[in-house]
């Protein structure tokens, strides 16, 4: 079967809702969303020390790609892309009024938590935090009302690069249950 007809399948397949949450869980990282012909595709790309925890993004959506995780020489990093999809692009409307904002309407669920963390989370003394530079303040009280509902507390903070999510000390144990499930073991290196 050609490229093009495979696509064309993937197209007209619904996105599952576990396919979402690992979108968006990358959408609250370092996932991004580009024009893809008419309709907007998922772009992931990390170094690549981090090739294994791209190759696990890439398991978790090789549904929705016609080409593998590639290593991109003048970035030494490795990456992939998913098909231009109808649902990405709805997607794309609600991340992107007109820069990336956390929809209104998102429920952050565990493995979100721990792909977000994965992509811009650090260790920090006795618990971790996240980057968080590129949300707007709206963004910021939506995270932090939604990793609350998780039974996290937390603070944002400035390091002079920009915010970042504290987990407070006392909801660490929390997050790490939360989360232990999905962070791989070439990403530990981000816990305590």
């Given at each position: 079967?050609?490229?093009?007809?495979?696509?064309?399948?993937?197209?007209?397949?619904?996105?599952?809702?576990?396919?979402?949450?690992?979108?968006?869980?990358?959408?609250?990282?370092?996932?991004?969303?580009?024009?893809?012909?008419?309709?907007?595709?998922?772009?992931?790309?990390?170094?690549?020390?981090?090739?294994?925890?791209?190759?696990?993004?890439?398991?978790?959506?090789?549904?929705?790609?016609?080409?593998d995780?590639?290593?991109?020489?003048?970035?030494?990093?490795?990456?992939?892309?998913?098909?231009?999809?109808?649902?990405?692009?709805?997607?794309?409307?609600?991340?992107?009024?007109?820069?990336?904002?956390?929809?209104?309407?998102?429920?952050?669920?565990?493995?979100?938590?721990?792909?977000?963390?994965?992509?811009?989370?650090?260790?920090?003394?006795?618990?971790?935090?996240?980057s968080?530079?590129?949300?707007?303040?709206?963004?910021?009280?939506?995270?932090?009302?939604?990793?609350?509902l998780?039974?996290?507390?937390?603070?944002?903070?400035?390091?002079?690069?920009?915010?970042?999510?504290?987990?407070?000390?006392?909801?660490?144990?929390?997050?790490?249950?939360?989360?232990?499930?999905?962070?791989?073991?070439?990403?530990?290196?981000?816990?305590?």
């Amino acid at each position: 079967m050609s490229q093009t007809r495979f696509g064309n399948q993937i197209k007209q397949a619904t996105l599952t809702p576990f396919e979402k949450e690992v979108i968006d869980g990358c959408l609250l990282g370092d996932g991004t969303l580009t024009k893809s012909g008419k309709e907007y595709r998922l772009r992931i790309e990390h170094a690549l020390k981090d090739r294994e925890y791209v190759s696990w993004k890439f398991e978790k959506l090789k549904r929705l790609c016609i080409s593998d995780v590639q290593y991109v020489s003048n970035h030494d990093s490795t990456r992939f892309g998913t098909v231009g999809h109808p649902e990405i692009t709805v997607l794309r409307q609600k991340w992107y009024r007109p820069v990336k904002q956390v929809p209104e309407d998102l429920v952050l669920t565990p493995i979100m938590l721990a792909i977000w963390f994965m992509d811009d989370g650090t260790k920090h003394r006795d618990t971790v935090d996240i980057s968080v530079h590129s949300f707007s303040e709206q963004s910021l009280h939506l995270l932090q009302k939604q990793v609350s509902l998780l039974g996290i507390k937390t603070t944002v903070n400035s390091d002079g690069k920009g915010k970042r999510l504290y987990i407070l000390k006392k909801s660490y144990p929390s997050f790490k249950r939360l989360t232990k499930p999905y962070i791989l073991k070439c990403m530990e290196r981000k816990l305590p």
